[in-house]
């Protein structure tokens, strides 16, 4: 939340996306796409995007004194020189879920937190499912609180271990969502699967 905070208060109108990916998923995303990973093997990444009308050398300034203001929050930062370089990058944010979906078998969660409560979702998801060969996902828009946590399982033949893995999942992840006061529809919408859990965001008015 503190990135968020600051690069609003740097980039202002110029600030275009802060997108939010863990390791897992853009290993997974590189690993279909055969691409080397151009920004480190780290824990979690954040991508900032600015756009806007001015120069490209007084964005670079801009984004520069971000990266500054920053420091205290990051162990390492890419700035992209090139449009071929932010190609890259942004191609393995927008490369997960085909990724997932060659992978195997992938149970999806489409919720909304408050950006401080994403690595604790993401750690207790995976161990309610690591031990069944789960890995989960965690990747989504910071400004916006929306966090895509999928669990993936390799193939798409066990049924057996994808029952065990979606009953770790539900209503798990519902409560979690519920307790932190946040949305379990957030920028999918609910759709068919989950009809049964959205009283743990929605009041019954807002439901009817």
């Known amino acids: 939340m503190s990135c968020l905070q600051i690069a609003k208060k740097e980039l202002m109108t110029n600030l275009s996306a802060v997108e939010f990916m863990d390791y897992e ?6 690993n279909h796409s055969g ?13 900032i995007e600015m756009s806007g009308n001015q120069e490209e050398s007084m964005m670079q300034e801009h984004m520069l004194s971000l990266l500054e ?29 085909m990724a997932a979906s060659t992978y195997g078998m992938t149970f999806k969660f489409d919720i909304s937190l408050e950006s401080d409560d994403f690595e604790e979702i ?14 989960v996902l965690g990747h ?5 609180g929306n966090l895509h946590l999928n669990t993936v399982m390799q193939g798409f033949d066990d049924l057996q271990t994808a029952k065990k893995i979606r009953e770790a999942l539900n ?3 519902f409560d979690y969502v519920r307790e932190k006061g946040g ?21 019954q008015p807002m439901i009817n």
Not at 74 to 97: F, L, N, P, T
Not at 122 to 135: A, S, W
């Open 35 to 47: 691409s080397s990973n151009p920004l480190g093997e780290y824990k979690y990444y954040i991508l």
């Open 171 to 173: 209503p798990f992840v």
């Open 25 to 30: 998923s853009a290993a997974l995303a590189l």
């Open 69 to 97: 203001r920053l420091e205290d929050h990051y162990q390492d930062g890419v700035m992209c020189d090139s449009e071929a370089q932010k190609e890259a990058i942004w191609q393995i944010r927008e490369g997960i879920s």
């Open 140 to 144: 989504g828009h910071i400004g916006d």
């Open 122 to 135: 993401i750690l207790l998801t995976q161990e309610k499912v690591g031990h069944l060969g789960g890995i």
């Open 183 to 203: 949305s379990i529809s957030a920028e999918h919408g609910i759709g068919q699967l989950k009809t049964e859990y959205l009283g743990h965001s929605k009041t």
